[in-house]
């Protein structure tokens, strides 16, 4: 053996462990078929768009039972081999063909991107290709990348053991996982204090999941780690703002780059119903920018009107003269203000409408905590003229809100009185938005400045471009205290 030869055979022991074996159960017994050369075989399907019948392992999956456990690929080649279906509802995987093929065959470049619409198949056909760069690309360091090490495990990591689960070894909390035998270091990328965890090791392949979501300097550090000859980095995306570095610096700039790109949507997958595409639609309403992004899997800003569909029509069914008189659950939220008015609502749900009405609203400015106290009593624990005890009080902490709160305690020591959850103000749009859109929410008339404002909700178009998109802070009291009751709501 020549040295180069004897130096190559040291590297591949050290970089690979072997791993189990993927069994097919046959009417004459056990067949144990390679990970690897059951991957092979699913890719050369991949580009003939049918299963080759002229391979050894076609006997085999002609006569192979079912078996789950084996994952996905293994099902998917059974199927074919016996000429069945695959099925929506088991949660099977279809052959790729057309552009889901192309991006498993043809994404070689050194930069590779599945972006597109949410449930699209992007991650699952930029895992395919993972798997196959595990399998056969070139010995060396290779690392998986998300927002964090739990997303990074839920999006990547149990579908990867979903897909050929004999190829993947991982335990929930470690840094690392096997893949075909070979380590695969796990990391975090959602702030730019882990860039320092990026430098030093020089990466032959690296796999990204949302990447919008990264901090830009943990990808160009990331970039600069896949130093050697036919090193490969694959990512995953939804689209975000048209400024966002990622689109700014890669995407527009593809034909200056080794840069492949792949743009999915919907029906790019086979695997959805009608019925659950139906669903993402309404979770994602037609004219927002959720919509846009999320659905046809456009690099759109967020601009305009934030609830574009919302009208006070009655027929659109969004502002109803009177509520219902099943009203049997109340909650309150305040929004609090110092130099803006503090906004208090009443929602009660219908059990016949199976949806929650704001059946009162209240305004106030600039008064002693006690006189809001006082206030909140006589406009939010009645309604028509009967007394109701809230099942929850939600009460924005910020600007002095803790102070209000405090003061509620106090006076009403029996009442569930809570600081507002707060997380991220556009997901949290988002998601009152979808229920707005799909009328678990709905407004009474009456409460005129609530309807008013959410008519009027625009984004600010000065955030275009920052870090963070956000409403345009004006005329948005009833805004807020409608994210910081659905906060709640919809965790009850």
Same mark, same amino acid.
């Given at each position: 053996m020549n040295v180069p030869a004897f130096l190559n055979s040291i590297r591949k022991t050290a970089d690979t462990i072997n791993e189990p074996a993927v069994i097919a159960t046959l009417p004459s017994g056990k067949v144990e078929i390679s990970p690897k050369e059951l991957l092979d075989y699913f890719v050369a399907a991949i580009r003939l768009g049918d299963i080759p019948q002229d391979h050894k392992l076609y006997p085999v999956f002609c006569q192979a039972e079912e078996d789950k456990d084996q994952g996905q690929i293994f099902g998917c080649l059974r199927k074919l081999a016996q000429g069945l279906e695959p099925s929506i509802e088991e949660g099977d995987l279809?052959?790729?063909?057309?552009?889901?093929?192309?991006?498993?065959?043809?994404?070689?470049?050194?930069?590779?991107l599945w972006y597109g619409s949410i449930r699209s198949s992007k991650t699952i056909m930029s895992l395919i290709k993972w798997l196959d760069r595990c399998a056969n690309g070139p010995p060396g360091r290779r690392?998986?990348?998300? @927002?964090?090490?739990? $997303?990074? #495990?839920?999006?990547?990591?149990?579908?990867?053991?979903d897909l050929l689960p004999a190829a993947i070894?991982?335990?929930?909390?470690?840094?690392?996982?096997?893949?075909?035998?070979?380590?695969?270091?796990?990391?975090?990328?959602?702030?730019v204090g882990q860039e320092k965890k990026f430098r030093g090791p020089t990466l032959i392949d690296a796999y990204g999941d949302e990447v919008t979501t990264w901090a830009k300097p943990v990808f160009k550090m990331l970039l600069t780690r896949l130093s050697r000859p036919g090193s490969w980095f694959g990512g995953t995306t939804n689209p975000d703002q048209p400024l966002h570095w990622l689109n700014v610096d890669y995407?527009?700039?593809?034909?200056?780059?080794?840069?492949?790109?792949?743009?999915?949507?919907?029906?790019? @997958?086979?695997?959805? $119903?009608? #019925?659950?595409?139906?669903?993402?639609?309404?979770?994602n309403p037609p004219g927002t920018v959720y919509y846009l992004r999320f659905i046809l899997g456009l690099w759109v800003a967020a601009e305009g009107r934030v609830y574009s569909f919302f009208s006070t029509d009655p027929k659109d069914d969004y502002v109803v003269n009177e509520a219902p008189d099943d009203l049997v659950t109340w909650m309150v939220s305040i929004d609090y203000g110092q130099v803006h008015p503090t906004c208090m609502g009443l929602w009660g749900y219908s059990l016949s409408k199976k949806c929650w009405y704001l059946v009162k609203e209240h305004f106030t400015n600039d008064k002693p905590n006690t006189i809001y106290?006082?206030?909140?009593?006589?406009?939010?624990?009645?309604?028509?003229?009967?007394?109701?005890i809230p099942l929850s009080v939600e009460v924005d902490p910020g600007g002095g809100?803790?102070?209000?709160?405090?003061q509620l305690k106090a006076d009403y020591p029996k009442l569930s009185i809570r600081s507002a959850e707060k997380a991220d103000v556009v997901k949290e749009l988002q998601d009152f938005g979808s229920a707005l859109y799909t009328h678990l929410v709905r407004f009474c008339a009456g409460c005129k400045r609530t309807v008013a404002e959410h008519a009027g909700y625009v984004w600010d178009e000065k955030s275009q471009g920052a870090a963070k998109e956000q409403p345009l802070k004006q005329n948005d009291d009833s805004c807020d205290m409608a994210r910081y009751f659905w906060n709640r709501a919809v965790r009850l």
């Amino acid at each position: 053996m020549n040295v180069p030869a004897f130096l190559n055979s040291i590297r591949k022991t050290a970089d690979t462990i072997n791993e189990p074996a993927v069994i097919a159960t046959l009417p004459s017994g056990k067949v144990e078929i390679s990970p690897k050369e059951l991957l092979d075989y699913f890719v050369a399907a991949i580009r003939l768009g049918d299963i080759p019948q002229d391979h050894k392992l076609y006997p085999v999956f002609c006569q192979a039972e079912e078996d789950k456990d084996q994952g996905q690929i293994f099902g998917c080649l059974r199927k074919l081999a016996q000429g069945l279906e695959p099925s929506i509802e088991e949660g099977d995987l279809f052959l790729p063909r057309g552009k889901q093929a192309q991006s498993i065959l043809e994404s070689n470049d050194r930069l590779n991107l599945w972006y597109g619409s949410i449930r699209s198949s992007k991650t699952i056909m930029s895992l395919i290709k993972w798997l196959d760069r595990c399998a056969n690309g070139p010995p060396g360091r290779r690392m998986m990348v998300g @927002n964090t090490s739990e $997303t990074l #495990e839920l999006n990547c990591i149990e579908p990867l053991k979903d897909l050929l689960p004999a190829a993947i070894r991982h335990t929930t909390g470690w840094r690392h996982c096997i893949i075909f035998g070979r380590k695969v270091v796990l990391r975090g990328a959602n702030d730019v204090g882990q860039e320092k965890k990026f430098r030093g090791p020089t990466l032959i392949d690296a796999y990204g999941d949302e990447v919008t979501t990264w901090a830009k300097p943990v990808f160009k550090m990331l970039l600069t780690r896949l130093s050697r000859p036919g090193s490969w980095f694959g990512g995953t995306t939804n689209p975000d703002q048209p400024l966002h570095w990622l689109n700014v610096d890669y995407i527009e700039r593809v034909n200056e780059l080794r840069l492949k790109l792949w743009h999915f949507v919907l029906d790019d @997958n086979p695997g959805l $119903t009608a #019925e659950y595409k139906a669903d993402l639609v309404r979770e994602n309403p037609p004219g927002t920018v959720y919509y846009l992004r999320f659905i046809l899997g456009l690099w759109v800003a967020a601009e305009g009107r934030v609830y574009s569909f919302f009208s006070t029509d009655p027929k659109d069914d969004y502002v109803v003269n009177e509520a219902p008189d099943d009203l049997v659950t109340w909650m309150v939220s305040i929004d609090y203000g110092q130099v803006h008015p503090t906004c208090m609502g009443l929602w009660g749900y219908s059990l016949s409408k199976k949806c929650w009405y704001l059946v009162k609203e209240h305004f106030t400015n600039d008064k002693p905590n006690t006189i809001y106290s006082q206030e909140f009593g006589r406009e939010m624990l009645n309604y028509n003229g009967r007394p109701i005890i809230p099942l929850s009080v939600e009460v924005d902490p910020g600007g002095g809100g803790l102070s209000l709160i405090k003061q509620l305690k106090a006076d009403y020591p029996k009442l569930s009185i809570r600081s507002a959850e707060k997380a991220d103000v556009v997901k949290e749009l988002q998601d009152f938005g979808s229920a707005l859109y799909t009328h678990l929410v709905r407004f009474c008339a009456g409460c005129k400045r609530t309807v008013a404002e959410h008519a009027g909700y625009v984004w600010d178009e000065k955030s275009q471009g920052a870090a963070k998109e956000q409403p345009l802070k004006q005329n948005d009291d009833s805004c807020d205290m409608a994210r910081y009751f659905w906060n709640r709501a919809v965790r009850l």
